[in-house]
């Protein structure tokens, strides 16, 4: 089994990451680790530097963790590369990250965790950012 995990080096992606690894642990799996973005270049923001996705991935690795990294200049539809990935190869969990949203924010999932969560065949886990109140 193959566990996509959508990473982008903030909170949330470091915590979608620790929760694949703790699913892959779990379920004897691998971890692909796509790091992609709303943006049009490498130089966007979300995505992530070398430096950063080597420490993503000697993170899993530390967890006994075999991991894949692939890293996509997106035409703007993050949810359509991570679809797109997840049908490509056979996974059979993806893991996002979530924001912490203000109570009218919360009446919005974002549209790229929704989209994923409405539109992917294979479940979905989503995970949020522990609050220090946790």
Known sequence: M???VGY???PEGEAALDAAAAEARLRGA?????NTSRGDTYLHTRYANAEELAAAEARLRAHGVEVTIQQAVSSGDVANELLK???AEEVGLIV???RRRSPVGKLILGSTAQRVLLESPVPVLA???PSPHD
């Open 2 to 4: 193959k566990i996509l």
């Open 8 to 10: 982008v080096p903030t």
């Open 30 to 34: 691998s971890v692909m680790l796509l």
């Open 85 to 87: 990935a997840a049908a």
């Open 96 to 98: 996002l990250g979530l």
């Open 127 to 129: 995970v949020k950012v």
